[in-house]
């Protein structure tokens, strides 16, 4: 089998399960029999922060890391997270965006302006036209819990990757990751999220 | 013999690698990027692992158990083998019984420490082997030499990993159902090998010079050194982490790959560089190896080309490449900018933590808040100087809580204070440390105030665990690493026990009890100690009754912004406390702060 190279951030705010999507990730592509590199970034252990994963599959990856103008897909579960990572994606990559905003104090104390949708869809424009904003949160709230919402954007996400993955691999993935209480709600916000994906052309 | 394929993190291969090599006691302190190699060893009811209260006392507890004949591994973050450095050199010393390994995990780029260093020198001043892993993999086959090596050669190895490769995760192939081997215990008395008089030292000095020695023909030979062949008009000498970067940019490169980076392999370096037609360093950080090898009168490059400091990256490898000629610089992809003045998401104290009521009022006291500029600085001293130490609570140095002004490593909060107090300055003086961080180091600087009669307010922030760097246990906590049951220490019996009369404990959510403790504390011109106790809100569940604003009682003063809980936000201009993360009747600070009383508990009940 040809294998493409994948190199996939995910970025979001602590305690939104970026970390959790990307290992859900990196166990798929693992039981695919490919290599596998993961590198978090989430500073120190407090709620809230910004977490950044890198996540690159092939054949053979050396470097843990993604390198600026590298990434073939960025995964973002907050708007302002996906605006910081604009160089990293390559030309025509493609890049999801959970249209969620979660202000930062300096948002509250009114120091700081948070960008709005256009501008941070324009700052995109300079690298690909692939961009998508989809109202995970809502999809989540409607499965009944808006922590599903990881669980959710990676299966849309799952729709484009261009290694296919088989569905049993992601059932398989997801189980290993996760706790059996939440199993069922979870796998049923990827398959949601894979549905939502099938109508979107990116 | 089963054969699994892993995705671990460079960490757990660690742990499942040493506890493949028989490992009988693991000790450690908490430090990222280490502290995961001793929680997952801790899972294992056959093998003994503790969080020591600080790293000197885990390399001494580690030193004994080697003594004893059982393989023993260590663990720390770079600034935790500071801590550590006079028992490390002492087993340096003395040479080991059991395989001795000490994990040292450096933070090049500083994510999550005070300061950057590259602890390779460590080897070279302790005059100990040294490996260094560049995947999980290697991380997971490499300790068990490094146990063996310890053994043969007997010293006490370096284990040097990064933060990238102690946090990374890649694929390791393993042996499931490996067999640890059995050891004897048994403490053999030898006073000219364990009793380090300056007679018996002096014996062993020859000795550890004739083990370098020994360890020179291993590097020159060992597997965990090799050679990659490749075009020979480059030949690049990389280990760690680096060598990953190098291997994607160099693809067509002779590679000299070190597993071993001390001592290095003379006549290895000396043949490789004979055979190619230029010869390149990519390693972090320090020029470690580049120095070393140019001792040997090879001619090399490196430092030149590569960056000094902070954590290395493929860019920065691409750079170099390009200015040494191997590689064109294709710039087919422009350069992009994300949008100007993105706001951060700095680290913030958590919603109901229970360090903020305190940093709150030490913030409102010696109108600090007056003459701090934005960056924190001012001309003029307030009449509060706080000194801080390492932990969450050092994120109150940023706004809107701005109370802290120092902040240099483990337990430094204390001597600090005394020393300003010492040298004359005219404001008050409060040390802020916690409670971990007073077990790991504060306990010496209180014992030191009151010997010295320092009349210094010292506030230990006590929530009951080491919070930053992910929830361990401590002496404190009255759990073991293990998770059972053990002895609790008592702050206050160790405050009160070295002699100090005025000590008050409070609770860490009653700000008007913490208010009134610290101003009295002020007030009395003698060595005061507050203990500020709540539970983490991170170990905190419950979480009942989230507070909300009253939009028709607030008159937007802005006083509970001020702080600084991520819950309470300001939508459209209107104040609005977040009622998924608010921790309610477990905190209410806000609400006990409003002038116009205008927080108030949500009807509903928000559960999680």
Not at chain 2, 39 to 64: C, F, H, P, Q
Not at chain 2, 152 to 164: C, G, M, Q
Not at chain 2, 412 to 432: F, H, N, P, T, W
Not at chain 2, 589 to 607: D, F, M, R, T, Y
Request: aromatic share 6%; glycine share 8%.
């Amino acid at each position: 089998m040809e294998v493409n190279k994948q190199d996939i951030l995910m970025v979001g705010v602590g305690g939104q399960g970026t970390i959790l999507a990307s290992d859900i990730l990196g166990e798929a592509a693992l039981a695919m029999g490919l290599d596998v590199k993961k590198t978090d970034t989430l500073g120190m252990a407090q709620r809230g922060g910004s977490v950044t994963s890198h996540l690159r599959i092939g054949k053979k990856v050396w470097s843990p890391l993604i390198s600026p103008g590298e990434a073939d897909v960025l995964l973002a579960f907050e708007k302002l997270e996906a605006a910081r990572w604009v160089n990293y994606i390559k030309p025509d990559g493609l890049v999801i965006i959970n249209k969620l905003a979660i202000p930062p104090l300096s948002i509250s104390l009114g120091t700081q302006k948070y960008p709005n949708d256009q501008e941070i869809i324009d700052s995109f424009r300079q690298r690909t036209s692939r961009i998508h904003l989809v109202d995970g949160t809502k999809q989540a709230g409607l499965l009944g819990d808006i922590r599903t919402l990881n669980i959710f954007m990676l299966g849309f996400l799952s729709h484009f990757l261009s290694i296919h993955f088989d569905p049993a691999i992601w059932k398989q993935a997801i189980t290993k990751q996760l706790p059996a209480k939440i199993l069922d709600i979870n796998i049923r916000a990827f398959e949601k999220g894979r549905e939502v994906a099938s109508s979107v052309n990116l | 013999m089963k054969t699994v394929r892993k995705l671990l993190s460079g960490n757990e291969a660690i742990a499942q690698g040493a506890y493949h090599a028989g490992i009988l006691v693991a000790t450690a302190y908490p430090g990222t990027p280490s502290t995961e190699i001793l929680e997952n060893l801790a899972r294992y009811k056959d093998i003994y692992a503790e969080w020591s209260t600080n790293e000197k006392v885990a390399m001494e507890v580690g030193l004994g158990a080697s003594y004893a004949g059982v393989r023993t591994l260590v663990s720390m973050k770079h600034v935790g083998l500071n801590v550590a450095a006079d028992p490390f050199m002492a087993a340096a010393t003395t040479g080991i019984h059991g395989g001795l390994v000490v994990i040292s995990a450096d933070d090049p780029g500083i994510h999550s420490s005070q300061g950057e260093q590259d602890n390779r020198h460590f080897a070279k001043l302790a005059r100990v082997p040294m490996l260094e892993p560049a995947d999980s993999q290697e991380a997971y086959d490499f300790i068990q030499v490094a146990f063996d090596l310890s053994e043969k050669f007997d010293t006490p190895v370096l284990f040097r990993i990064t933060t990238r490769v102690a946090h990374s995760k890649s694929v390791v192939e393993l042996d499931d159902e490996k067999v640890r081997q059995g050891r004897t215990k048994r403490f053999h008395h030898n006073v000219e090998k364990y009793v380090m008089l300056p007679t018996h030292a002096r014996m062993r000095v020859p000795q550890m010079h004739k083990r370098m020695v020994d360890l020179t023909d291993y590097a020159e030979t060992t597997p965990l050194n090799q050679v990659i062949e490749g075009n020979d008009r480059i030949g690049i000498v990389s280990s760690g982490v680096g060598y990953e970067y190098a291997r994607e940019v160099f693809s067509d490169a002779t590679f000299l790959k070190l597993g071993m980076t001390y001592p290095l392999p003379p006549k290895m370096l000396q043949q490789f560089a004979g055979k190619v037609k230029k010869l390149f360093v990519v390693e972090e950080l320090d020029p470690f190896l580049e120095e070393n090898i140019k001792m040997l009168g090879i001619q090399v490059e490196g430092k030149k080309h590569l960056p000094r400091f902070g954590e290395l990256n493929k860019s920065a490898v691409h750079h170099a490449a390009v200015q040494i000629g191997t590689t064109s610089h294709s710039s087919k992809t422009s350069e992009v900018q994300p949008l100007k003045d993105l706001p951060g998401r700095p680290p913030l104290l958590c919603p109901g933590c229970p360090h903020a009521g305190a940093f709150f009022v030490l913030s409102t006291i010696g109108q600090r808040s007056k003459i701090l500029d934005a960056s924190g600085k001012s001309e003029k001293e307030s009449k509060l100087i706080i000194t801080g130490d390492i932990g969450c609570y050092t994120l109150a140095t940023y706004p809107p809580l701005r109370a802290m002004d120092t902040a240099a490593c483990m337990g430094a909060s204390i001597g600090q204070a005394i020393g300003l107090e010492k040298a004359g300055v005219s404001s008050d003086i409060v040390a802020v440390i916690g409670d971990s961080t007073f077990m790991h180091s504060g306990i010496t600087g209180i014992v030191d105030a009151v010997y010295n009669d320092a009349k210094i307010t010292v506030v230990i922030l006590d929530n009951g665990t080491t919070a930053m760097t992910g929830h361990q246990d401590h002496p404190g906590s009255g759990i073991s690493a293990q998770g059972c049951a053990t002895n609790k220490v008592s702050i206050e019996g160790i405050v009160r026990g070295a002699g100090v009369s005025d000590v008050q404990v409070v609770n860490a959510f009653d700000i008007k009890s913490v208010r009134s403790a610290i101003r009295s504390a002020l007030d009395n011109k003698v060595l005061s100690v507050v203990i500020v106790r709540g539970k983490c809100a991170v170990a905190n569940k419950g979480r009942k009754n989230p507070r909300q604003v009253d939009l028709e009682k607030c008159n937007d003063c802005g006083v509970c912004l001020m702080i600084g809980c991520p819950s309470i936000q300001k939508k459209d201009g209107k104040l609005h406390i977040d009622a998924m993360t608010c921790m309610g009747d477990e905190c209410t600070v806000c609400e006990q702060l409003c002038p116009k009383k205008a927080i108030v508990p949500s009807a509903g009940k928000v559960s999680r």
